[in-house]
């Protein structure tokens, strides 16, 4: 186990103490406890634990969705705290990709319009971002459904089109909330060979949240959390 504290150009995700307590009522909950983690590029990472662990709060806040109660966070040696909102959130951009729960579409854009939203909010020209939106989709095989709304969609093909929009970027980091959860054993089983193949393609470094082992198997590393702590890190 390292657990260093000086910081190398290769880290991509550092975090060094971070504490998460939700303040909710008379009881406050302690979702994070002291957690030290570093990550290099072009890892890929599953975690794992059980429901409550405090997984989803953890990718949250390396996403920057959420702050730390305690404790600092390096994305691509950029500590994150000492960015105003807006620098986070052009950060968050262009550094991390989301592939969360289903559903965070917006049903009012086709599927090319919803992977071109970071291209277009990055500020980049319309017609650059919708050629690499059109090459991203299909990547994920989903050229036939460029014109299609998420609506008109089956639940794989909406993870599909999570996943380019996620990519569209090309983020350093990659962050999936149980991105097969809803999903048959099939299209599971070819979302995970997309994601993993994706991650190789772009060097992505990506943290994986899946209640599935067989699926966490399939990733050469692994966390195990348990009550706010990381319990197993393996070879980390
Ligand atoms: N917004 C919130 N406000 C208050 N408590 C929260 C909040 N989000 C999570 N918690 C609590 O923090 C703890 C960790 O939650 P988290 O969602 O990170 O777990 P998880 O490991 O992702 O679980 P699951 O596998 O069920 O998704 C839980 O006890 C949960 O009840
Ligand atoms: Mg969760």
Known sequence: MKLGTERNVSDV???RSVSKVY????QPVEALKRIDLTIKSNQNIAVIGKSGAGKSTLLHIIGTLDRPSQGKVWLNGTEISTLSDYATSLFRNTTLGFVFQMKNLFNEFSALENVMLPGLIAGLSKNIVRDRAAKV?????????EKHRPGELSGGEQQRVTIAR??????PILLADEPTGNLDKHTSLAIQNLLLGLCEEYKTTMLLVTHDLDLASRLPQRIVMEDGMIIDRGDL
């Open 13 to 15: 995700i550092v975090l």
């Open 166 to 171: 996620a990519l569209l970027m090309a983020p």
């Open 137 to 145: 989709l299909a990547s994920v095989g989903l050229t036939h459904r």
């Open 23 to 26: 303040a909710i009522g008379a």
